[in-house]
């Protein structure tokens, strides 16, 4: 198996940590925050979605890719992520973008080193882990804000 489709494989169930959470969410629960905490769950989900695009872009080279993250750019819950079908639509373009441009990645690429202003210089297989473990960190807050949430 080539380095793209094992590496994949593994974001592709990591994120089952956040997805599967769809089953349960509803429109309303978005706004929900735990006590004290800046961010709700529909600013967490659509942060998600920012940061793979993101990545697709920086770090794997999606030159001509549109985005507008409006989570990083805000730094702050704006209260405007409240639509649970555009939010579903949008993770669904992020997943697909940032697979597609796994994808394009040769086994050497996986060598290259990139370098960012939020973690520094690394191969694309070391960011690679970044994407995985920044899912997996926020699929846990969403969890926790759709159990104890108001």
Known sequence: MEISEALKKAYSEARTRFTNQFSVIQEENLTKKLEGAPNSAGFLIRHIGDVELLFAKNVFGAKDLQVHAKTVIDQKDSGNWINLE?????????EQTLLKIIDEQSDSDWETTITTNEFGTKTKAEAFGRIIS???YHAGQLAMILKYGK
């Open 134 to 136: 920044h899912t997996a």
């Open 86 to 94: 555009e939010l579903k639509s949008y993770l669904a373009t992020s």
